[in-house]
């Protein structure tokens, strides 16, 4: 069975940076990681989750324009693993943090629990 296990959230200053750290644990399916596009999303208080990034399984990265510059998404498949470094946080960054790995030809979207990011002003 697929799980995905996030790491690294925590609490800053404004202003501060936080690597987050997302590892693909595949079970018995083998060596599939890198057929996967790896998602960052984030849920803010009281908001609809959202796509902050995403590193595809061509590694190429896109970002959400409020991000973009900020934050740095990339993967190292050997590890089956995934970052999100982000700098210059800001309070408005502030949420739940979330790593998704996804297959869209296959239907397949595997999601962390989350880790929590606070950014304080």
């Known amino acids: 069975q697929v799980e995905i296990a996030e790491s690294g959230g925590g609490s800053v200053q404004n202003g501060g940076s936080l690597t987050l750290s997302c590892l693909f644990k595949?079970?018995?399916?083998?060596?599939?990681?890198?057929?996967?596009?790896l998602n960052w999303y984030r849920q803010q208080p009281g908001k609809q989750r959202e796509l902050v990034a995403t590193?595809?399984?061509?590694?190429?990265?896109v970002y959400q324009p409020s991000v973009k510059g900020r934050f740095t998404v990339s993967r190292l498949n050997p590890r089956n693993s995934g970052y999100l470094h982000m700098k210059n946080l800001q309070p408005e960054d502030t949420a739940v943090y979330y790593c998704?790995?996804?297959?869209?030809?296959?239907?397949?979207?595997?999601w962390g629990r989350g880790t929590q990011v606070t950014v304080f002003p």
């Open positions: 595949p079970g018995d399916s083998g060596n599939i990681f890198s057929f996967f596009d």
């Open positions: 590193i595809t399984e061509q590694d190429q990265p």
């Open positions: 998704t790995c996804e297959r869209k030809a296959l239907n397949l979207h595997f």
